[in-house]
């Protein structure tokens, strides 16, 4: 019999899967799809030669995780690339706000008259990342924190909406930075919670900096793997689990899932039925004949870019979204890794992508809304589009398994979902079932390629593991 069976060889199944392998326990991992990865991937969507990352690109927390961090995953493969500038929001004007690694930078991009609001607000948490990063990425009620103290002032701030955290600046950029980051929950500006997700990525920016792997991010998955394997676990791909009797005997199972699919495979009928999905997303791959001709220069040198002028506009459409809207100035998270990596394009040639906000299950078409908003700071962008992998929500649905809807943060980020994932319990890893464990993003600390879940996931079955002998 096997300890442990993982369902899903996404970042966090694969996480949990070597966290027990470490630990000595046999374990083996089943994939539906024919490849590791999950959110992980990377295809050639577009033209031959073109590799694209069909969900995640950049990994502020992937490169800051803890849990990989204390793994030799650079010696299976994985290497960071860095931009020259993590994250680049531009303006009408030809200007551009910046989140770069020196902090200076960062506040004098803002304007003199913000400069020092920003700096005051990152100041206390500034060379911490490594405890900040322990103590906000774990179920925040489940024991003491590392910093007491850090972590009530950095939660002061984190539950607050990014709305009110921006009233503190005086003009437009800040605002619309902080909002674009807070963005990345996919939740309106003004719901509690969202200053967390910005405040933490602009601190990312700081300490460990926002990069992509190189080759992609399958490196990450497949490093992930790589270290698995070596620590005597087995991954099978290609098999799709309807039932929990279809998988071999084992003293735990580990779910990379969505909550509805966990329920529905090990029988446990509405033990989520309070469970809600968000907002969905429209993202477009593309193959590029050259590099996206922005016109703030500071966005030609960023491996992130955000697109939408204004706090208010960047609200709207985050707002709209959620309300069941379809898009009409959609907010817009692009990203350009080829700039830094030469591996994912033929010579002189790029990948870029780009995603807006839509209702949850939308089947619209929001290439022409999503390519004028692109246009309005890149002149001539359609003019270089070589090819385009167009994929809305079904699509993303289609892809991935746990982005139900299109919903690619697993769940909503709204309301006492914020920080009570997939429900009110102690452990929320744990289930009805005492053999069954849930690991995906749909628990804390949330969404992103970091690991994190099935770290915390891994730790609830070691203990009862242990207990039972």
């Known amino acids: 019999m096997l300890d442990a069976v993982v369902v899903g060889a996404g970042p966090n199944g694969l996480t949990a899967a070597v966290e027990l392998a470490r630990r000595g326990f046999a374990v ?26 069909p969900c995640s690109a950049v990994h502020p927390l992937g490169v800051g995780s803890p849990a990989f961090r204390a793994m030799p995953l650079a010696r ?53 990342w490594d405890t900040l990063a322990r103590d906000f990425l774990r179920t925040q009620w489940n024991g003491l924190p590392a910093d007491p103290v850090g972590w009530a002032r950095f939660g002061l701030h984190a539950a607050q909406p990014v709305s009110l955290l921006t009233r503190r600046f005086r003009d437009e950029k800040a605002r619309a930075i902080l909002a674009g980051m807070a963005g990345h929950a996919i939740a309106p500006t003004s719901g509690l919670c969202t200053a967390g997700p910005a405040l933490l990525f602009a601190l990312a920016g700081h300490a460990v900096g926002w990069p992509v792997p190189r080759g992609g991010s399958q490196a990450i998955s497949d490093a992930l793997g790589s270290y698995l394997r070596e620590q005597g676990g087995a991954i099978h791909v290609g098999v799709e ?17 969505s909550p509805t699919a966990l329920a529905r495979i090990a029988g446990l009928g509405d033990a989520y039925r309070r469970f809600r999905y968000g907002a969905g997303v429209f993202k477009i791959d593309y193959a590029l004949d050259g590099p996206v001709p922005w016109t703030a220069a500071e966005a030609r040198r960023a491996g992130t870019v955000h697109v939408g002028p204004t706090s208010g506009e960047i609200g709207a459409a985050l707002r709209a ?100 994932r997939p429900k009110l319990t102690r452990v ?41 002998g």
């Open 76 to 128: 299976h493969g994985l290497e960071w690339l860095h931009p020259e500038l993590p994250l680049a929001h531009p303006f009408p004007d030809g200007t551009a706000a910046v989140l770069a690694r020196s902090v200076g930078e960062t506040a004098m991009s803002l304007g003199p008259r913000d400069a020092g609001a920003y700096r005051r607000l990152v100041a206390p948490y500034l060379r911490r």
């Open 241 to 257: 689990v309807k039932r929990l009797d279809e998988l071999p005997p084992a003293r735990a199972y580990v779910f990379d899932t």
């Open 321 to 420: 979204a959620t309300k069941g809207q379809a898009p009409a100035v959609p907010f817009l998270i692009t990203a350009q890794p080829s700039l830094i990596d030469d591996s994912r394009a033929p010579a002189g040639k790029h990948t870029f992508w780009a995603y807006g906000h839509v209702p949850r299950g939308w089947d619209g078409d929001a290439t022409e809304a999503i390519e004028r908003q692109i246009e309005r700071f890149a002149p001539g962008f359609r003019d270089l589009v070589l090819a385009r992998a167009v994929a809305g929500p079904p699509r993303i649905a289609a892809r991935n398994a746990n982005y139900v809807d299109g919903d690619i943060a697993c769940g909503a980020f709204e309301g006492l979902q914020t920080v009570i």
């Open 28 to 53: 083996e991992v089943f994939e539906a799809a024919g490849t590791i990865g999950g959110g992980a991937r990377t295809e050639e969507l577009t033209l031959p030669g073109y590799r694209h990352d």
């Open 428 to 468: 929320p890893y744990t289930t009805a079932h005492p053999s069954v464990f849930l690991c995906s993003s749909a628990t804390p600390p949330g969404p992103g390629v970091h690991g994190m879940s099935g770290h915390h996931a891994a730790r609830a079955v070691w203990r009862r593991l242990r207990g039972h």
